[in-house]
């Protein structure tokens, strides 16, 4: 069982940073791939990024590549997502999820432990 609390989302500008974390709790965290995702105001959930259990893999969606970046801490059962240069089109609820095995994969239905969400609003 893992269970996993995103934070760092708010209210930012056009153009900000934001820096996402997800902790995870719980045994095994490094033996897990990790991804986000997000929800648009009234659209599906879309992939973000993903990274593999070591960090040594990663893989963007194309609207963030060049902007976001992920990354993991196993020492710390934390993943991050860096936001920089944010859009408007980046508002949305954003999931960090928990895969069980080493690869990463941008199938939603291949996640096994979601977050609650953490919203992200950005003004332009």
């Known amino acids: 069982q893992l269970q996993l609390v995103e934070s760092g989302g708010g209210l930012v500008q056009t153009g900000d940073s934001l820096r996402l974390s997800c902790a995870g709790s719980?045994?095994?965290?490094?033996?897990?791939?990790m991804g986000w995702f997000r929800q648009p105001p009234g659209n599906e959930r879309e992939f973000v990024a993903a990274i593999s259990w070591q960090g040594h893999t990663t893989d963007y969606a194309d609207s963030v590549k060049g902007r976001f970046t992920i990354s993991r801490d196993n020492t710390e059962n934390t993943m991050y997502l860096q936001m920089n240069g944010l859009k408007a089109e980046d508002t949305a609820v954003y999931y960090c999820?928990?895969?069980?095995?080493?690869?990463?994969?941008?199938?939603?239905?291949?996640?096994?432990?979601w977050g609650q969400g953490t919203q992200v609003t950005v003004a332009s």
């Open positions: 719980g045994r095994y965290f490094h033996n897990y791939a």
């Open positions: 999820a928990a895969k069980w095995g080493i690869v990463n994969t941008n199938d939603e239905s291949s996640y096994d432990y």
